[in-house]
């Protein structure tokens, strides 16, 4: 009988302990920054981060996290209401191991007062896992806005591992950030000082339980950009 041992990990830091970030107009080589800051006047502006992992029956899930600004969103007013109307597509397309394709779409109304969640205001997330088998994959997270029929596209990549293959595997990392007793996912390179802590998360897989493991972690600290902003 095959024998799966999951690691699932957590390293909990606090912000105040150096999380000294920059930028977006910065180089830093070797550093995994998540999303950055690709803003262009009229469209929507999406930033995005995705983690494949096994869940405890070795099913395979992708979970997709979205942040959106409300400020480049178009409002128009109806019935004395004002509100966006935004349309979201969520295409996860396997480039590895699998040729598992879906589509996921809906569309939501944002009011114009709503001031965004708690640890980020200003911004809308969205959140969905889609169920998939092992395998790399991209996902393409569209978001049109239904005013102004102007759309932007992002594009992350991620992994599910293979609970049969004789192998170990780690996934790829995502953040999450702590802001009043809930952890949010954050979307970008750069974390808000409102979070009193942040999170690692990630998955190792091995099917040798009698190889034990040994996770070596360490964060790369590199000086803020104090640089003054080009015009």
């Given amino acids: 009988m095959l024998r799966l041992r999951i690691i699932s990990f957590l390293i909990l830091l606090p912000v105040s302990t150096g999380m000294i970030v920059s930028c977006a107009g910065s180089i830093y080589p070797d550093v995994e920054r998540g999303t950055e800051y690709y803003f262009r006047e009229g469209f929507p502006e999406v930033r995005i981060s995705a983690l494949g992992f096994l869940d405890a029956k070795n099913k395979g899930i992708i979970r997709i996290a979205a942040d959106l600004v409300n400020e480049s969103l178009i409002y128009r007013e109806e019935e004395g209401i004002t509100f966006a109307e935004i349309g979201i597509e969520i ?54 806005d239904l005013t102004s029929n102007k759309n932007t596209t992002r594009t992350t990549e991620t992994f599910i591992p293979d609970p049969a293959a004789d192998q170990v595997h780690l996934t790829s990392v995502q953040l999450l950030g702590k802001y009043r007793d809930t952890y949010w996912p954050v979307t970008t390179y750069d974390v808000s000082t409102a979070n009193d802590s942040i999170r690692f998360v990630f998955q190792v897989t091995n099917n040798r339980p009698e190889t034990p493991l040994t996770v070596v972690s360490k964060l790369l600290r590199f000086d803020a950009d104090t640089d003054p902003a080009r015009p």
């Fill in 91 to 144: 295409r996860v397309v396997g480039t590895e191991q699998t040729d598992h394709s879906e589509t996921f779409t809906t569309s939501l109304k944002i009011d114009r007062n709503y001031e965004g969640y708690e640890a980020s205001p200003g911004l809308v997330q969205f959140k969905k896992e889609m169920n998939a088998p092992p395998g790399r994959y991209e996902i393409h997270h569209s978001v049109v």
